[in-house]
């Protein structure tokens, strides 16, 4: 059995009447990294942090929510921003990503998606990652791109490893995704993003077997709730569900010795 150190710690702040957000210093040794889970109104977006103090964002949310992502990097004091990964192309609003080179110095756009539209701002790089690519994120920190798919309900399905331990984001929910998917060892993996909000179908039960995750994060989306057999089936794999409806805003520390899952408060 893998050991794990999974700990739960609540962080109490002090919000000062006049400010916007409440501060959270994540205080990152030279072997961790961070991801933090926005809980958006609406759609997707994480925060990877790096210890050597690189930030990437992870997808955009939907229309609308820009100002909460930005009220979100202003309490993690991030006032630039290294990369934009974009998972799926609904993900792909060009209004906040011009409003994250003028305001956060963005440097690079990353997808498996083909470059949508064009960008004005000089400086801006445009990265394609394609199946089988290997990139280092920061020390320690290594992320592989396990598929890339362009048909309807897929996606960009990637692994991020730490030491002994294993984060993968899945964002694809089609038959050829699965295949590939059983195509690798991920036995290691701790911690699943489920795709597609959970809906109905988004995961099969062979391929959570397969996967064998000790924790799930789902991130909310406004018209629609998570299947409720699928969370049925995540209880009764003793899988821990984190969904930022009812967890709110919340960080996932890597160690050397395994990761520890932090509640933070934060202001709607």
Request: charged letters at 25%; one cysteine or more.
């Amino acid at each position: 059995m893998r050991k794990i150190i999974a700990v739960i710690i609540c962080l109490l702040f002090i919000f000062p009447m006049y400010a916007d957000a409440s501060v959270v210093h994540l205080n990152l040794k030279a072997d961790e990294f961070a991801l933090s889970f926005l809980p958006l109104t609406d759609g997707e977006a994480a925060i990877l942090h790096t210890a050597d103090g690189r930030h990437y964002l992870i997808n955009t949310g939907y229309k609308g929510t820009g100002a909460e992502i930005f009220r979100y990097m202003n309490q993690f004091q991030i006032r630039t921003l290294d990369g934009l990964i974009i998972t799926e192309k609904k993900y792909w609003q060009e209004p906040i990503i011009h409003q994250l080179v003028k305001k956060r110095k963005l440097k690079k756009v990353i997808s498996g998606l083909p470059m949508q539209g064009t960008f004005q701002e000089d400086g801006l790089i445009y990265e394609e990652w394609k199946e089988g690519d290997l990139r280092k994120l920061g020390p320690g920190v290594h992320l592989v791109v396990l598929y890339s798919g362009l048909k309807k309900g897929e996606g960009l399905d990637f692994s991020i490893k730490h030491y002994d331990s294993r984060f993968l984001w899945m964002s694809s929910a089609s038959p050829s995704a699965e295949k590939k998917m059983f195509t690798h060892s991920l036995k290691d993996s701790n911690i699943v993003k489920i795709p597609m909000f959970g809906k109905r179908g988004s995961i099969s039960y062979s391929l959570l077997t397969h996967i064998d995750p000790q924790t799930a994060v789902l991130f909310k989306q406004k018209k629609r709730h998570p299947d409720g057999e699928l969370m049925e089936m995540l209880h009764q794999m003793w899988i821990d569900i984190y969904y930022t409806e009812q967890h709110g805003l919340f960080t996932i520390k890597f160690t050397k010795e395994g990761y520890e899952i932090f509640s933070v408060p934060y202001l709607k």
